[in-house]
């Protein structure tokens, strides 16, 4: 019973940070470059939300929160639904 009502909580609380998450305008680009839908926006966000708390419990938000700002201003949609890999953000 524990276990479902857990399950559960996790769901609500994954959907509730995705509405209220910084990654809605680079998600919701990204996947209607990519053809998408607006589930594929919500999965978009809650992996960047999570990648961010992780680079939280690790100590390095810091540099999480530069590589993103990094892909912000480097990614883009080059047309026939590809969108570009920011590999000057490596490293």
């Given amino acids: ?20 998450s910084s990654y ?25 939300d999570l990648a961010e708390e992780v680079a939280d419990i690790d100590g390095c ?3 999480y929160d530069a590589l993103f700002e990094c892909l912000e201003d480097n990614e883009s949609c080059t047309g026939d639904h590809q969108w570009t890999d920011a590999k000057r953000c490596d490293g």
């Fill in 1 to 20: 019973m524990w276990r479902g009502t857990s399950m559960a909580m996790t769901a609500v609380l994954l959907a509730g940070a995705a509405g209220c």
């Fill in 61 to 63: 938000v810091d540099d």
């Fill in 24 to 48: 809605g305008g680079y998600c919701t680009d990204k996947i209607d470059c990519q053809g998408g839908n607006d589930q594929d926006e919500e999965v978009c966000v809650i992996q960047q």
